[in-house]
Nanobody, 120 residues
C-alpha cells in the first residue's frame, strides 16, 4: 500500500557530507511524522531524527548540530543532510513514515535502507 525508497548513501571521508532522500508512494492520504533511523553492524537500530507534518524537528544527541532533517510535503519526501560525518555514523540508514492511507487507516512504513560508510 505504501512504499518508501531511500537514496543518497555511499562512502565518504570523515568530515564529509551526504544527503539522504526517502520518497513515499502509494495509497497516501497524508503523512504525519517522518523519521530517520540507523543500524550499525552488531548494534540495535537507533532513532536519529524526526520531523512532523508541520515541520517541527528533533534530533538524537549524537547527531545534533551536524544533521538536518527536512521534508517536501508536496513530494512526500524526507531528507537527511549529514555534515561533519564521523566513522561512528557508519550504518544502514532507514526512513520511517506514519502514513494515513486513502482508506484512512494509519500504517507505519519503512524503507529498505541505504548504506552510509564513513572511512578514510
Amino acid at each position: 500500500q505504501v512504499q518508501l525508497v531511500e537514496s543518497g548513501g555511499g562512502l565518504v571521508q570523515p568530515g564529509g557530507s551526504l544527503r539522504l532522500s526517502c520518497a513515499a508512494s502509494g495509497s497516501i492520504f497524508k503523512i504525519n511524522d517522518m523519521a530517520w533511523y540507523r543500524q550499525a553492524p552488531g548494534k540495535q537500530r537507533e532513532w536519529v531524527a524526526v520531523i512532523t507534518s508541520g515541520g517541527s524537528t528533533e534530533y538524537a544527541d549524537s547527531v545534533k548540530g551536524r544533521f538536518t532533517i527536512s521534508r517536501d510535503n508536496a513530494k512526500n519526501t524526507v531528507y537527511l543532510q549529514m555534515n561533519s560525518l564521523k566513522p561512528e555514523d557508519t550504518a544502514v540508514y532507514y526512513c520511517n513514515a506514519e502514513v494515513v492511507l486513502v482508506a484512512r487507516a494509519i500504517v507505519s512504513s519503512w524503507g529498505q535502507g541505504t548504506q552510509v560508510t564513513v572511512s578514510s
